[in-house]
């Protein structure tokens, strides 16, 4: 008999039990998602992290004490694996921005209806990210498509080359988390949902030369 699908392992940060209920409830409701924990802050959310290895974290933006984006910055550095979704009533585009920039791998509003934040949470688990359009317009409205820094064409250069982030921060000496970044970054103003979609687009433009 084959071995049965293992559930995909959430963590809710939430500062409003009734939403952090609610949530669990709908999540739960699916036969492949299993809440793991919830917290309600984004020092809370640290200190259950490692305990409790969600595969996907769900995190609100505004709470007390450490906010969202601070805890994505901190939960990235101790946990570099980890896949963060932000779910937050707020959509201005400085929120956007900093939450993209600090890590978050997909972006929604907590009006979203319930089969795309589904849709999202198993997106993450699959190592992909998961930015709706009229969320990518104001992302790129702030960033600005195709403006890629220098450092940005050098760091995109070296994923065409098959580097993972550590070994790209190696080879141009700068930290894990900035080589992060800056992946980060050119996906987003690539309009692209992978790094390997960021290299063939940035080729397909002649942003950058591979050589052989």
């Avoid at 959430?10 to 409003?16: G, Q, R």
């Avoid at 200190?47 to 805890?71: F, I, K, N, W, Y």
Wanted: net charge negative; proline share 4%.
């Amino acid at each position: 008999m084959a071995n049965p699908v293992k559930p995909i392992r959430v963590m809710i940060v939430d500062d409003h039990p009734v939403v952090r209920m609610g949530l669990k409830t709908m999540l739960e409701s699916e036969d492949d998602i299993t809440v793991v924990a919830m917290a309600d802050s984004g020092a809370d959310a640290l200190r259950q992290v490692e305990e409790t290895d969600p595969d996907v974290v769900l995190m609100d933006l505004r709470m007390p004490g450490m906010d969202g984006s601070d805890a994505i910055v901190e939960m990235r550095r101790v946990w570099p694996s980890a896949r963060i979704l932000v779910l937050t009533n707020y959509q201005e585009d400085e929120s956007i921005s900093k939450a993209i920039q600090a890590g978050a791998m997909g972006y929604l509003v907590k009006c979203t209806p319930q089969e795309e934040i589904v849709k999202a949470v198993h997106v993450l688990h699959a190592h992909g990210r998961f930015i709706p359009d009229e969320i990518s317009k104001r992302l790129l409205g702030t960033i600005g498509r195709d403006k890629l820094s220098e450092r940005e064409l050098e760091v995109l250069t070296l994923v065409c080359k098959g580097l993972s982030n550590k070994e790209i921060a190696q080879k141009l000496f700068i930290s894990d988390k900035t080589a992060r970044n800056h992946v980060s970054n050119c996906l987003i103003k690539l309009g692209a949902t992978d790094r390997t979609e960021a290299a063939t687009t940035a080729i397909k433009r002649g942003l950058i030369r591979v050589d052989d």
